[in-house]
């Protein structure tokens, strides 16, 4: 026989038309596959026989197409479980207290100071932090001296060069370094605190909400304290 009656090789495997609608969408499973192939096989014309590579291209086909779907499968379970991780260790966060690099500070009520951190690329002869108001104005300045290369904290008490108790809100911090003959500015670091957390839309991104400071991306913390 030239053709073959898809009927009659499903009649012939013992199925019924009404259990093919039962798989959804028509699909037909990898083991009623093989036996369906097996079928034809036996029942080609013997003068015109499948050839081999057409056999296993059918096989190689349904084959790939099932790993694919699998495999889509496999990767969907994974980003799920990634991002239910990642969203359980940022609430971990809440309270915690970050490094970022941020040229302005919060000071908190109730007599709180801030620091931070300064990341020298090569030793200073000299180094000063200096605290400046939302004016402008120098509030405070404090020497750290000689200092090697390396992560460099700080810390200010939230007084003033005079003594006075300085109010909550934001202040400016400068950091500079007197490297050979020259005072070059460094980049800061602010320690915060994370009030929140959010994740974006797609799962992919954390967004910490810092205490006085607003947003930032979790991608760009420096160190959890």
Not at 63 to 79: H, N, P, R, T
Not at 168 to 195: C, F, H, T, W
């Amino acid at each position: 026989m030239s053709s073959i009656d898809n009927s009659k090789l499903w009649t012939e495997l013992g199925l019924k038309p009404t259990e093919e609608k039962k798989k959804p969408n028509d699909e037909v499973g990898q083991e009623q596959f093989l036996e369906l192939m097996l079928a034809q096989m036996q029942n080609q014309d013997p003068l015109k026989p499948m050839e081999n590579g057409q056999f296993l291209t059918q096989i190689a086909q349904f084959s790939s197409a099932k790993g694919i779907s699998d495999m889509a499968d496999s990767f969907s379970q994974l980003s799920n479980s990634l991002t239910s991780n990642q969203a359980l260790q940022a609430s971990s966060l809440i309270g915690r207290t970050v490094l970022a690099p941020s040229g302005t500070g919060f000071l908190e009520p109730g007599g709180g100071g801030l620091g931070g951190s300064v990341d020298l690329q090569t030793s200073a002869q000299d180094m000063n932090i200096t605290i400046y108001d939302q004016s402008g104005s120098v509030v405070k300045t404090i020497p750290m001296g000689q200092q090697p290369s390396g992560t460099v904290y700080f810390s200010w008490d939230g007084v003033d060069d005079g003594g006075n108790q300085m109010p909550p809100g934001l202040y400016d911090v400068v950091a500079e370094a007197k490297i050979g003959d020259k005072n070059q500015a460094q980049e800061v670091m602010i320690a915060s605190r994370v009030e929140s957390v959010t994740m974006d839309k797609s799962g992919q991104g954390v967004t910490l909400n810092l205490s006085g400071l607003g947003s930032i991306s979790f991608n760009n913390v420096r160190e959890i304290m």
